[in-house]
C-alpha cells in the first residue's frame, strides 16, 4: 500500500520528486546569485567604478542589461543542473525520456514551434497596433543592433529549453506515473506560473495567461512526444515579444528594434508587465491551444512511453 511520500511501486511520489527539484534550483538560484552579486560588488569597488559615497551606482550596474543576462544564464545553469541530477538518481534514464530527443529527427517540430511562436506573438502586436493601444515612436536599426539581437536570440534560447525541460519535459514525464491526467496539464501550468511571481509589473491576468501558455505548450509536448515544438513556440514568442517589438518579456526590459509606448488600458495591453498580461494574449493562446486540438483531432495524446531510441 502507498503512503504520503511513496506509491504502491515504493518509490518516491512524483509530486515530491518534483518539489525536491523545483526547490532546489530555487536554493541553487539564490546562492550563485548572491556569490556573483558579492563577488562582482567588490570588482567594482576594488577598481573604483563605485565608493562608498556613490553606492547607489551600485544599483545601477547590478540592473545593467549585461548583469541582467547573467543571473538569468545562472538561473537557467541551475534549472538544468537539477533537472538532469535528479532525474539520474530516481529515474536512471536516458535525458531522451525527458523528451529531449535528436533534433535532426525532430527539426520539423523545432520549426514548427519557432513558426507556431512568431505568428502568435506577432497577431498580439498587430492587433494591439491596430486598435491603439501602443504607439510606436521610434526605431533602433544599425549595426549595432545584430550584435545584440543575436545575443537575445541565444539567452532566449537558453531561457527556452531550460524552462521546457523543467516544466514540460520533467513534470510531465514524471506525472504520468498518475492514472489522472488532468493533472499533466494543470500541476505543470501552475508551476510555470508559480516561477514567474517575483516578476516586476505581475497580476492576476498575467498569471492566468501564463498558466494558458503552460496548456498550450503541455499540449505541443504530449502531441509531439518531445520538447522540440514548445522549446521553439517559447523562443520566438519571448524574442519577437522583447527583442524586436519591445515590449516588457514578463515585467523585464530587454529594449527592441522598435520602441513603443503603451497608449490604452493595462487590462488589454499588459501594462507594466508587458502583452502578456492582456486581454488580447488571453485570446490568442486560447485559440491557439484550439487550433492545436481541431489540427490534432484525429490523434491520440501520448501520455506515456515517450520515445527513446533517438
Not at 7 to 15: A, C, F, P, T
Not at 197 to 223: K, R, S
Not at 239 to 263: A, D, M, R
Request: aromatic residues 14%.
Amino acid at each position: 500500500m502507498g503512503s504520503v511520500f511513496l506509491n504502491n511501486n515504493r518509490r518516491l511520489r512524483s509530486g515530491w520528486k518534483i518539489t525536491i527539484t523545483f526547490i532546489s534550483f530555487v536554493v541553487l538560484t539564490i546562492i550563485t546569485n548572491l556569490v556573483f552579486t558579492l563577488g562582482y560588488s567588490a570588482y567594482l569597488f576594488s577598481t573604483g567604478k563605485v565608493s562608498l559615497e556613490y553606492s547607489g551606482i551600485l544599483a545601477q550596474y547590478l540592473q545593467s542589461r549585461p548583469i541582467l543576462m547573467v543571473f538569468i544564464l545562472l538561473q537557467a545553469a541551475n534549472v538544468t543542473f537539477a533537472v538532469l541530477f535528479y532525474w539520474k538518481i530516481w529515474e536512471k534514464r536516458s535525458i531522451r525520456g525527458l523528451g529531449l530527443t535528436n533534433p535532426f529527427y525532430h527539426g520539423k517540430e523545432l520549426g514548427a514551434g519557432l513558426v507556431f511562436g512568431f505568428i502568435s506573438i506577432t497577431i498580439v502586436f498587430l492587433v494591439l497596433y491596430l486598435i491603439g493601444q501602443i504607439t510606436i515612436t521610434s526605431s533602433s536599426i544599425g549595426p549595432s543592433i545584430i550584435s545584440i539581437l543575436l545575443v537575445d536570440f541565444l539567452l532566449f534560447s537558453v531561457v527556452g529549453f531550460n524552462e521546457e525541460l523543467f516544466v514540460r519535459g520533467y513534470c510531465i514525464t514524471l506525472l504520468q506515473e498518475s492514472n489522472r491526467r488532468w493533472l499533466i496539464f494543470v500541476v505543470p501550468s501552475l508551476l510555470f506560473s508559480l516561477m514567474h511571481t517575483l516578476n516586476p509589473g505581475l497580476t492576476m491576468l498575467a498569471l492566468l495567461n501564463i498558466f494558458l501558455v503552460g496548456i498550450l505548450l503541455a499540449y505541443m509536448f504530449l502531441m509531439t512526444k518531445n520538447l522540440w515544438m514548445p522549446i521553439g513556440y517559447h523562443i520566438t514568442w519571448n524574442y519577437f515579444q522583447g527583442s524586436i517589438f519591445g515590449f516588457q518579456v514578463s515585467g523585464s526590459e530587454f529594449g527592441g528594434i522598435l520602441h513603443i509606448e503603451q497608449t490604452g488600458a493595462a487590462i488589454i495591453n499588459g501594462g507594466e508587465f508587458g502583452p502578456e498580461g492582456g486581454l488580447v494574449t488571453t485570446v490568442v493562446i486560447i485559440l491557439g491551444i484550439l487550433f492545436l486540438i481541431r489540427k490534432n483531432r484525429n490523434n491520440h495524446l501520448h501520455y506515456r512511453n515517450f520515445p527513446q531510441n533517438y
